[in-house]
C-alpha cells in the first residue's frame, strides 16, 4: 500500500503544479485551492508512504513523479516543447525511479 501512497503522492504534486500555472495565469480562487489541497495531500501521502519505504528512495520517487509528471503535464495541457531531447530525459527519470523501485529492499 505504502507504493500506491507514494504514486498518488506524487499525481498529487503533479496536480499542485499544474494549479501554480493556472494561478500565474488566472488568478482564479479554484486554482489557488487546487494549488492548497495538491500540495497538501501530496505531502500527507508521501508521509504514509514513508512509513515503509526508505526516505532516500520515496523521496527520489516522488520528486521524480513531480518533475516528470509537470513536465509531461507542460507538453501536453500547454503546449510546451516537445523536443526529443527533452523526452529522453524525463524518460530517464522514469527508468531511475522504476530502477529505485526494483532494488528497494523495503516496501
Same mark, same amino acid.
Given at each position: ?7 498518488? !503522492?506524487?499525481? &498529487? ?6 494549479? /501554480?500555472?493556472? @494561478?500565474?495565469? =488566472?488568478?482564479? @480562487? @479554484? $486554482?489557488? #485551492? ?5 500540495? !497538501?495531500?501530496? /505531502?500527507?501521502?508521501? #508521509? ?8 532516500? #528512495?520515496?523521496? !527520489? ?5 513531480? $518533475? $516528470?509528471?509537470? #513536465?509531461?503535464?507542460? &507538453? ?5 516543447? =516537445?523536443?526529443? +531531447? =527533452? ?13 529505485? +523501485?526494483?532494488?528497494?529492499? =523495503?516496501?
Amino acid at each position: 500500500m505504502a507504493w500506491v501512497f507514494l504514486v498518488l !503522492a506524487g499525481l &498529487m504534486e503533479v496536480s499542485g503544479v499544474i494549479m /501554480i500555472n493556472e @494561478w500565474q495565469k =488566472r488568478r482564479a @480562487w @479554484w $486554482a489557488a #485551492t487546487g494549488m492548497a489541497v495538491g500540495g !497538501a495531500l501530496s /505531502i500527507g501521502l508521501l #508521509t504514509l508512504a514513508l512509513r515503509d519505504i526508505s526516505m532516500g #528512495t520515496g523521496y !527520489a520517487i516522488w520528486t521524480g513523479i513531480g $518533475a $516528470a509528471g509537470g #513536465t509531461i503535464a507542460g &507538453m501536453l495541457l500547454y503546449n510546451e516543447s =516537445r523536443d526529443w +531531447k =527533452r523526452i529522453l530525459f524525463i524518460s530517464m527519470i522514469i527508468i531511475g525511479a522504476v530502477g529505485l +523501485k526494483l532494488t528497494t529492499g =523495503r516496501g
